[in-house]
């Protein structure tokens, strides 16, 4: 007789690789059989956020870290696969700056044995302590990290060659110096390269590191002033013509271009745009509108404005989606930091019907006529708010469960709406149309909005 005792073990593990959470620490403990099945989901990705950091108490009275007991306990670090830091506990009664030195030793112990990492996520200013650890991972191949470094740490990082993407935080110079002498080494493997808020990337370095990187298909500048997009534009155009995700920001400092000179992105494979807008200016926005012209493949896109009360344009929205002769129809659309009217709403969603996914700033009081807008997506699954509740004075309306069912049962496949820290979900039900049910939900941290998400990653 076949119980779930007797299962092979490769079975129990499948069956737990669609568990998560606080539901595979739950079957872990049903028998020793569910646990052997369990442990090697469970320890494939190590996270530690602020709410671990808060409650972090090596002397007793707190939680410890996970990493000490992959520190202990070598034969569990065999299965982790992802380490995400987002935080790192600072020693009780001291300045924040101050991070506990038992957690660094703890972590560095634990990267140490995890032979088998493939990606590496720090965000905090910790990675000088954890460099030596991180030597001679050969299966590593993703590495988002706050990059504020020395010359000779920035050389031990270098002995990283076997990335696929690359996300530097805050490069310092001397990060930014070594990129031309890294990618030698990486062009054969790096397809993502990632540089946020640097002051020192500029049109020079561009010019002599992009062509060191032909299997690039995913580049995103993110706040580097030195660098404008008319600039990152050519670059990217002459040298990565395959790029499949590309970011870059306009500043307000950017010369106004001539009617006959407006930049175009002439790259036939992107299908993911994120463009982080400082300037609003109606030069920005015939700017903006010239960027469109070539994109027929484009899926996702995501906008940012500097100004919250802005209301969209509308000769942006007349060419998010353009009438000519579209391959791929859009399936994401982020529209972050400004005002977008009810009127705006329904006219895009009479261009973009094959939306997915919509992320923009609730109306709550007006959620009625907003659903009304939106009703015609009909492939529509999932909506985010990315409403800021302190862009407006007094405390801002939160949605309502009677609010969600009724945006549920008007679109016909919504079935996820985020809000306000919540995450509502719905179920058909044959009496009322749809049952609701809402968790707590809060955004990974170091996953930087520009970046694509996981179901729309167009890397090859």
Same mark, same amino acid.
């Given at each position: 007789?076949?119980?779930?005792?007797?299962?092979?073990?490769?079975?129990?593990?499948?069956?737990?690789?669609?568990?998560?959470?606080?539901?595979?620490?739950?079957?872990?403990?049903?028998?020793?059989?569910?646990?052997?099945?369990?442990?090697?989901?469970?320890?494939?990705?190590?996270?530690?956020?602020?709410?671990?950091?808060?409650?972090?108490?090596?002397?007793?009275?707190?939680?410890?870290?996970?990493?000490?007991?992959?520190?202990?306990?070598?034969?569990?670090?065999?299965?982790?696969?992802?380490?995400?830091?987002?935080?790192?506990?600072?020693?009780?009664?001291?300045?924040?700056?101050?991070?506990?030195?038992?957690?660094?030793?703890?972590?560095?112990?634990?990267?140490?044995?995890?032979?088998?990492?493939?990606?590496?996520?720090?965000?905090?200013?910790?990675?000088?302590?954890?460099?030596?650890?991180?030597?001679?991972?050969?299966?590593?191949?993703?590495?988002?990290?706050?990059?504020?470094?020395?010359?000779?740490?920035?050389?031990?990082?270098?002995?990283?060659?076997?990335?696929?993407?690359?996300?530097?935080?805050? /490069?310092? !110079? %001397?990060? =930014?110096?070594? &990129?031309?002498?890294?990618?030698?080494?990486?062009?054969?493997? *790096?397809?993502? $390269?990632?540089?946020?808020?640097?002051?020192?990337?500029?049109?020079?370095?561009?010019?002599?590191?992009?062509?060191?990187?032909?299997?690039?298909?995913?580049?995103?500048?993110?706040?580097?002033?030195?660098?404008?997009?008319?600039?990152?534009?050519?670059?990217?155009?002459?040298?990565?013509?395959?790029?499949?995700?590309?970011?870059?920001?306009?500043?307000?400092?950017?010369?106004?271009?001539?009617?006959?000179?407006?930049?175009?992105?002439?790259?036939?494979?992107?299908?993911?745009?994120?463009?982080?807008?400082?300037?609003?200016?109606?030069?920005?926005?015939?700017?903006?509108?010239?960027?469109?012209?070539?994109?027929?493949?484009?899926?996702?896109?995501?906008?940012?404005?500097?100004?919250?009360?802005? /209301?969209? !344009? %509308?000769? =942006?929205?007349? &060419?998010?989606?353009?009438?000519?002769?579209?391959?791929?129809? *859009?399936?994401? $659309?982020?529209?972050?930091?400004?005002?977008?009217?009810?009127?705006?709403?329904?006219?895009?969603?009479?261009?973009?019907?094959?939306?997915?996914?919509?992320?923009?700033?609730?109306?709550?009081?007006?959620?009625?006529?907003?659903?009304?807008?939106?009703?015609?997506?009909?492939?529509?699954?999932?909506?985010?708010?990315?409403?800021?509740?302190?862009?407006?004075?007094?405390?801002?309306?939160?949605?309502?469960?009677?609010?969600?069912?009724?945006?549920?049962?008007?679109?016909?496949?919504?079935?996820?709406?985020?809000?306000?820290?919540?995450?509502?979900?719905?179920?058909?039900?044959?009496?009322?149309?749809?049952?609701?049910?809402?968790?707590?939900?809060?955004?990974?941290?170091?996953?930087?909005?520009?970046?694509?998400?996981?179901?729309?990653?167009? &890397?090859?």
């Amino acid at each position: 007789m076949v119980t779930a005792d007797n299962l092979n073990l490769d079975v129990l593990e499948l069956i737990f690789a669609f568990i998560s959470g606080n539901d595979l620490v739950a079957v872990s403990s049903v028998s020793k059989s569910f646990l052997a099945g369990v442990i090697p989901c469970l320890y494939a990705t190590v996270s530690f956020t602020a709410k671990h950091a808060k409650r972090y108490r090596p002397e007793g009275g707190g939680i410890m870290s996970p990493f000490l007991t992959l520190r202990n306990h070598p034969d569990l670090a065999v299965h982790v696969r992802q380490i995400d830091i987002h935080c790192a506990p600072s020693i009780a009664g001291f300045a924040a700056g101050q991070i506990h030195p038992k957690f660094l030793s703890e972590t560095a112990d634990a990267l140490q044995v995890c032979k088998n990492l493939t990606s590496f996520v720090c965000g905090p200013r910790i990675l000088p302590a954890l460099l030596g650890s991180l030597q001679g991972k050969e299966r590593l191949q993703d590495l988002h990290i706050y990059a504020a470094l020395t010359k000779t740490q920035g050389e031990m990082l270098q002995k990283i060659t076997t990335l696929r993407s690359l996300t530097l935080d805050y /490069p310092t !110079w %001397n990060i =930014v110096d070594s &990129l031309t002498r890294w990618a030698q080494p990486l062009q054969r493997t *790096l397809s993502h $390269l990632t540089i946020f808020m640097s002051q020192e990337v500029n049109g020079i370095l561009l010019e002599a590191l992009l062509p060191l990187l032909p299997r690039l298909r995913g580049l995103h500048l993110i706040g580097c002033p030195k660098a404008p997009h008319t600039v990152v534009i050519k670059a990217a155009t002459t040298h990565t013509p395959s790029l499949k995700e590309f970011s870059f920001t306009i500043f307000e400092n950017t010369p106004s271009p001539s009617l006959f000179c407006l930049p175009t992105i002439t790259l036939p494979s992107l299908q993911h745009l994120a463009i982080d807008v400082r300037p609003t200016s109606d030069a920005t926005a015939m700017t903006m509108s010239s960027l469109f012209v070539s994109l027929t493949s484009l899926s996702t896109l995501v906008l940012k404005f500097a100004d919250r009360q802005l /209301p969209i !344009w %509308n000769s =942006v929205i007349d &060419l998010i989606a353009p009438p000519s002769a579209v391959t791929v129809p *859009l399936k994401r $659309l982020a529209l972050m930091d400004c005002a977008v009217p009810i009127d705006m709403v329904g006219k895009l969603s009479s261009k973009c019907k094959d939306l997915e996914m919509l992320e923009i700033p609730l109306p709550i009081k007006d959620i009625q006529a907003f659903t009304a807008a939106i009703s015609s997506l009909k492939e529509l699954h999932t909506l985010t708010d990315v409403g800021d509740a302190h862009a407006s004075h007094g405390p801002r309306a939160t949605l309502a469960r009677n609010d969600v069912g009724y945006m549920m049962r008007t679109c016909m496949n919504l079935r996820t709406i985020v809000s306000d820290g919540r995450m509502w979900t719905g179920r058909p039900d044959c009496f009322i149309g749809v049952t609701v049910k809402h968790q707590r939900y809060k955004a990974n941290a170091t996953q930087h909005w520009f970046s694509p998400l996981k179901e729309y990653s167009y &890397l090859s």
